[in-house]
């Protein structure tokens, strides 16, 4: 049996890759991380964390790993998309249905993909 220890995203600047994920997600970057370093880390909750390393090439196809996330302060999927591209994110693919149901894929400032999906609240289930 394994335990899951961290997800890494490899990217250009990965103490400014951080700090975005970090203003959207509300997980404060490790205490020691500095602009000039090759990796960086979220302090999540729970295992796994998020590391952020430096490499030098840039992203070149579509991501075969990514987040889904959603809301944990009680806004909609709509609500939290339209937070999320205030911070810098873009939009990349629009699933959502008339009926409601659906995500939407977002871009990382670094153009990682990342799916906002409804909340449990949304989808009729006890939070």
């Known amino acids: 049996m394994i335990e899951l220890h961290s997800v890494s995203v490899d990217c250009e600047n990965p103490y400014a890759l951080a700090t975005w994920w970090s203003e959207a997600t509300g997980f404060p970057l490790e205490d020691i991380a500095k602009p000039e370093d090759e990796e960086v880390a979220l302090q999540t909750e729970t295992s796994p ?3 952020f ?3 030098p090439e840039g992203k070149s196809t579509k991501n075969r790993l990514h987040f889904d ?3 944990r302060d009680g806004r909609t999927r709509d609500e939290e998309a339209a937070r999320l591209i205030e ?4 939009v990349y693919e629009d699933h959502r249905k008339p009926d409601g149901t659906g995500w939407i894929t977002l871009l990382d400032p670094a153009g990682n993909e990342f799916c906002v999906c409804r909340s449990d609240a949304e989808k009729g289930l006890p939070e």
């Open 49 to 51: 964390y998020v590391l």
């Open 69 to 71: 996330v959603t809301s």
């Open 87 to 90: 911070l810098g994110a873009t």
């Open 53 to 55: 390393i430096r490499v």
